[in-house]
């Protein structure tokens, strides 16, 4: 039995259709990110889940107990919005305090260790006596980490937790997320768009678009294997490249270039080249006209002497080749 089963999830919003016949299951301790574009229903599925909103058909079972017409007050769960959500007119230990106290049979004492021990564990300990205000983004995220926590939670719920951070605080924030997850075991699950952050995340991607689930999987599976179009698309960068009426789909960095002596698969012409440090992407373009993303180590590029309207010659293997049901 997983220790969170979702079974056969429906909801409306009058005539939009927010979640169509969505399951999954989540093992105790897994991180579990429910990845997809603005619109597919992620965030509506992670309210239900939660609490939150209550869906038209199906159940929520957690850990064996049916919670679907659980009120949000008795699912034990903790939760970290996007906007953080703290109390402004509260210090950072008073905003962590704040959910503790509410916890029955709990003396004061026990309650402040907890708190300490959690902002310790976050690395705020130092600013606990400051409020909101006077911390960074990054670090006003951390404390709604911590308050979430602190309750000791069955289910850790972040709902786009990074997105409002910029680019390297969200980097070194989602590694600190890992971390503390890991070290509590608590079954974390977090709805993001972000693909580089559920990668380097998530045990395994729920990937939902147009309201229901495409493809469920490890990162690796989802990545090397994807099992729809619209996953192959969304996840990363793809080339599709169609032939003899099927079509497959390969990675950039998984076509090699070979010479003109040696043996190669097809042929293509450089329409432009961008240099991105240790790699070159090179944009090409087929005999048929269709594009073609090649990614390479920039020595090989420099080697083999690159430039617009040079021809290549292009190996692609048949091991890295996935072949995608539908034409794109």
Do not use: W
Not at 237 to 243: A, V
């Amino acid at each position: 039995m997983s220790f969170l089963e979702v079974k056969n999830i429906t909801k409306q919003f009058g005539r939009q259709t927010a979640l169509g016949d969505v399951s999954l299951n989540i093992e105790r301790g897994e991180l579990v990110c429910i990845l997809g574009p603005s619109g597919c229903g992620k965030t509506t599925l992670l309210r239900i889940i939660a609490g939150l909103e209550t869906s038209d058909s199906g159940r929520v079972v957690m850990n064996g107990i049916d919670c679907t017409d659980f009120p949000a007050s008795k699912r034990n769960f903790g939760i970290v919005f996007q906007s953080y959500a703290l109390f402004p007119n509260m210090t950072i230990l008073g905003n962590v305090l704040f959910g503790l106290y509410q916890k029955k049979g709990v003396t004061k004492d026990e309650v402040r260790i907890k708190a300490i021990e959690v902002l310790r564990m976050v690395d705020l300990l130092e600013h606990k006596d400051k409020y909101p205000r006077q911390l960074s983004g990054g670090q006003q995220q951390r404390t709604a980490l911590a308050r979430a926590i602190a309750l000791s939670p069955d289910y850790l719920l972040l709902d786009e937790p990074l997105s409002a951070l910029d680019a390297k605080v969200r980097v070194k924030l989602r590694g600190e997320i890992r971390k503390i997850q890991r070290t509590l075991g608590v079954t974390t699950i977090m709805v993001t768009h972000d693909q580089e952050e559920a990668l380097t995340m998530a045990d395994r991607i729920v990937v939902m678009n147009n309201a229901t689930v495409e493809q469920i999987g490890t990162p690796r599976e989802i990545y090397n294997r994807p099992a729809t179009p619209f996953v192959a698309d969304f996840i990363g960068t793809m080339n599709f490249y169609r032939k003899d009426g099927k079509t497959d789909a390969i990675r950039p960095e998984n076509i090699k270039l070979a010479d003109r002596s040696g043996v190669y698969d097809v042929t293509a012409r450089v329409k432009n080249l961008e240099f991105k440090g240790a790699s070159t992407r090179i944009y090409g373009v087929l005999p048929d006209l269709d594009d073609i993303l090649i990614d390479v180590p920039s020595e090989t590029a420099d080697e083999m002497r690159l430039c617009e309207d040079s021809t290549m010659f292009l190996r692609l293997s048949a091991e890295h080749l996935v072949h995608i049901p539908a034409v794109i």
